[in-house]
């Protein structure tokens, strides 16, 4: 069975980082790329980026919005995707769920939230 | 960057009742169109990918049409199970982007 579990939400005060992990387990981890969506409280889906797989380099794509502050790393031999989080503001806040492939994929976490405040 | 406006933002509807939802999008994505549905506190949960095609496992009274820049998700018959909101998402260009949401409610 498919499975995303992510982790390592919390309170956290303005300025500070966090890194969120979303680990997984029922298929080959390094097959797919790995994407994160964030969704406010009360508002919609918003899509953060994602990392591609190792054979497709690996690299990272990222909404302007989070461009520069965000970044996403991936640990194959754990299974673990994460999304480094840096400089938040209270606007951060919101619950981050990890989805399997670029953030089009049918499997999702149930999300970890992160709350901003001081 | 491509926006996706869906309409309504939300309705009341009564169970047994036929509902649409729309998604537009400001520039042509082919068919590169999903579905979603979410409840309170839960996951998106995706029902449509590629416009038209019901994941495994979704109630045949979801359907899904459209292409290019204007789509359609439509509730035959709803059900007490599909009060939830719904958004669209275009998947063919980065970044991906999601519509605003259609919240459906119990008339």
């Known amino acids: 069975e498919v499975q995303l579990v992510e982790s390592g939400g919390g309170l956290v005060q303005p300025g500070r980082s966090l890194r969120l992990s979303c680990t997984t387990s029922?298929?080959?981890?390094?097959?797919?790329?790995f994407s994160w969506v964030r969704q406010a409280p009360g508002k919609g889906l918003e899509w953060l980026g994602f990392?591609?797989?190792?054979?497709?380099?690996?690299?990272?794509e990222y909404a302007a919005s989070v461009k520069g502050r965000f970044s996403f790393s991936r640990d194959d031999s754990k299974s673990v995707a994460y999304l480094h989080l840096n400089s938040l503001k209270a606007d951060d806040t919101a619950v981050y769920y990890c989805n399997r492939g670029d953030g089009s994929g049918s499997y999702w976490g149930l999300g970890t939230l992160v709350t901003v405040s001081s | 960057d491509i926006q996706m406006t869906q309409s309504p933002s939300s309705l009341s509807a009564s169970v047994g009742d036929r509902v649409t939802i729309t998604c537009r999008a400001s520039?042509?994505?082919?068919?590169?169109l999903a579905w979603y549905q979410q409840k309170a506190q839960k996951a998106p949960k995706m029902l449509i990918s590629d416009a038209s095609s019901l994941l495994s496992g979704v109630p045949s009274r979801f359907s899904g049409s459209g292409s290019g820049t204007d789509f359609t998700l439509t509730i035959s018959s709803l059900q007490p199970e599909d009060f939830a909101t719904y958004y669209c998402q275009q998947y063919t260009t980065y970044p991906l982007s999601f519509g605003g949401g259609t919240k459906v409610e119990i008339k």
């Open positions: 029922g298929f080959t981890f390094g097959d797919f790329a």
């Open positions: 990392i591609r797989s190792k054979s497709h380099g690996g690299t990272t």
């Open positions: 520039q042509g994505i082919s068919n590169l």
